[in-house]
């Protein structure tokens, strides 16, 4: 599925979803606390390199088709589901997530000599790079604006027992290194569904996207950048109240 393609689907479900909560029946206001964990990757991405390495010479060099390994992300959501309108809610969700970059050889233009995660790093001939083993921890938050279909409604459920749902929203995060602290804002979009095995508890599982343009991270006077393309799938418990 093309991204275009991707973006119009959300469209037409956030409005589907949207409409359907403006004709909803009145029903008591939710409040709700996700804790989640779960598996976190990366796409493959380019990495900008620029400032002063440790010979003094001004760097403006590019390492190509960095990998990641899978790590994972944990955190905790709060939540908001309106009294007039059941279908929608509001959230803030703040999150953990562990970036593995494994030791690998690849290529890169321009030529520099510095650190990359604390470790060692440098652009020999040719044009070779060996990325060290690094572990970039990077936190962060993102206001949601939350749509659900309430299913299996009944007289004990009256907000339905299975709720798929979907969430899109800015996000922020964090990456830091000693004192140095760098925050890149993004997107994310999520999908998945909750089932409430307890009028108050509820299990849930989703997939979220997230993207950040220009994230980076500074290890002395050098700056890495690069579009990252953030992907989770999660289970959690949520507490309705």
Known sequence: MTSMTTRRTLSGLLCVLAASACVAAPADAEWAIDLYGGAAWLDRADLRVKGTDSTGAAVDATIADVKTDTGFTAGIRG????????????????????????????????SFTGKFGGEPISVGAGG????????????????ELRLRWPLMVSESYPKGRFQPYII?????????????????????????????????????GEYRF????????????????????????????????
């Open 79 to 110: 939540g908001y589901w309106f009294e007039g309108f059941p279908y929608l809610g509001v959230g803030l969700d703040a999150f953990y997530l562990s970036v593995e970059v494994p030791g690998q050889t690849t290529t890169a233009t321009g």
């Open 210 to 241: 997230a993207f950040f343009p220009d994230f980076k991270v500074t290890d002395d006077n050098l700056t890495y950048k690069a579009d990252i393309n953030n992907h989770n799938l999660i289970v959690g418990v949520s507490f309705r109240f």
């Open 128 to 143: 070779v790079v060996r990325i060290p083993s690094v572990t970039f921890p990077s936190a962060g938050f993102s206001p």
């Open 168 to 204: 899109a929203g800015p996000a922020w995060a964090f990456t830091w290194k000693g004192d140095e602290i760098d925050v890149v804002p993004g997107g994310k979009v999520a999908g998945g569904a909750s089932f409430l095995i307890a009028r108050s508890v509820a299990l849930f």
